[in-house]
């Protein structure tokens, strides 16, 4: 139980970083991707079907 807490608290983390790492990009730099800043959290999320 201890372990699964922790895994979701590193996840957390994780998403956290991933939406803030892809924020600081500029709308051309995210376009240049195929993305817009509406995708950033289901790419953070890992659910992104684009």
């Keep these: 139980m201890l372990l699964s807490l922790i895994r979701m608290i590193q996840a957390f983390r994780n998403y956290q970083r991933n939406v803030s790492e892809l924020s600081r990009l500029s709308d051309r730099e995210l376009a240049d991707i195929g993305l817009d800043r509406s995708d950033i959290r ?7 079907n684009g």
């Design 42 to 48: 289901r790419i953070a999320a890992g659910s992104y």
